[in-house]
């Protein structure tokens, strides 16, 4: 066979031949120039193994590694695994939720005021225990002092004059009042005397002959009577004119109506008892209201159409234990219509009558005085004249 030569040499070629060189990239300005980073989910210089500078050549195949790098770049790895795994979701039963991680990268909320409530002070977390409970119990006690504004206030006080009170205990009745929301004192006396005087007529302002209905409600949803106006004009109320407390009221009843029926049993339970807004309107100032309205009227309606006349057979009006016991005493209407003056409107005292616990308690205390009461004797006598005959079996 014949052996191959040497090869030929590389023929030289035309420079028309050969193919346009490329035009070099045009350099950008010093400050423009960028060295390339690392990726941004790239692991960090401490995950990668260092090689010798002896390269591949080196005995070792791919190079030697280099010493053991020191403990704070072997932590790093650690660390950067660990920012990379999610963190357990709530639903493992460990570990924050999404809601408590956001709520980590808000600012600190800023402190309370120096006049904030104690509890506030302390921190948003602590709030006082049973803030509902204290509600209520705001709400019942209103509802004692605004039905104790009309029972011993207007009622019995300025009303029929069974008693007499110093200016300290006027002012907190004359508040009550306001609290009650019933009319003021000055109107409130002149229809209950007409009330007394008229009583069952024409000239009674929620006269019971015209049904449940009316005698409740229905009094103050229409116009009155033209004899109610009439009758109501002739009376003497020179006894209530003469008293600058009640005036006082008359003449800024709304505004201390929108304060202290209102605005301060819904204000009191928000903000020392941290209760919420909507409970504190609606328990401790409107159903509270509702209820005292409803305690009142049952007087005029209840207590005219249901139960005994031990007293007088021959009037409308009843006892009612039921009615006395939401009225604070009221619902003895039999008793009170036959003796208006006694300032206890009952025979029994303090059953089921907590008005005359109270006026009790302030003659004690010095506020009230002259208290008018019947005999047992004329009580007794006034039984066997006209009363129905239930007072035997009772």
Request: aromatic share 10%; charged share 20%.
């Amino acid at each position: 066979m014949r052996e191959p030569g040497p090869p030929h040499p590389p023929l030289p070629q035309h420079p028309s031949s050969r193919p346009p060189a490329r035009p070099a990239p045009p350099r950008l300005p010093s400050r423009a120039r960028r060295e390339p980073g690392p990726r941004r989910d790239s692991p960090p210089a401490a995950l990668t193994p260092r090689i010798s500078p002896a390269g591949r050549g080196s005995p070792g195949g791919r190079g030697a590694e280099s010493p053991a790098p020191p403990a704070a770049e072997q932590a790093a790895p650690l660390k950067y695994l660990r920012a990379r795994l999610p963190e357990p979701h709530s639903s493992h039963g460990e570990g924050p939720t999404r809601a408590s991680r956001c709520c980590r990268r808000l600012p600190p909320p800023p402190p309370p005021p120096a006049c904030a409530p104690a509890y506030r002070r302390r921190g948003a977390e602590t709030g006082p225990p049973h803030a509902c409970a204290l509600a209520a119990g705001g709400a019942v006690l209103c509802f004692v002092v605004s039905a104790l504004g009309i029972t011993a206030g207007s009622h019995r006080l300025w009303s029929h004059r069974s008693y007499k009170a110093t200016l300290p205990l006027r002012i907190f009745l004359t508040i009550a009042n306001s609290v009650a929301f019933q009319n003021d004192i000055y109107e409130w006396v002149r229809d209950h005397r007409v009330h007394h005087k008229f009583s069952e007529t024409d000239a009674d302002p929620h006269n019971a002959m015209r049904g449940f209905f009316f005698s409740h409600i229905g009094w103050l949803l229409v116009r009155k009577h033209p004899d109610v106006i009439e009758k109501g004009q002739k009376l003497d109320l020179s006894d209530i004119k003469a008293d600058k407390v009640v005036m006082f009221q008359r003449r800024y009843y709304k505004p201390s109506v929108v304060l202290l029926c209102f605005t301060l049993p819904t204000v009191v339970p928000w903000y020392f008892w941290d209760e919420s807004i909507i409970i504190s309107f609606f328990i401790p100032a409107i159903l509270r209201y509702a209820v005292a309205l409803n305690a009142a009227w049952l007087v005029n309606s209840a207590a005219h159409m249901f139960g005994n006349r031990p007293y007088d057979q021959h009037i409308n009006p009843r006892e009612n234990p039921l009615v006395s016991l939401g009225a604070l005493g009221e619902g003895f209407h039999n008793y009170h219509h036959t003796f208006p003056y006694d300032y206890s409107t009952s025979e029994f005292g303090w059953r089921f009558n907590l008005t005359t616990a109270f006026i009790d308690l302030m003659c004690f205390l010095g506020l009230a005085s002259d208290r008018k009461k019947v005999s047992k004797e004329v009580i007794l006598a006034r039984k066997m004249r006209t009363g129905d005959g239930s007072h035997k079996s009772g």
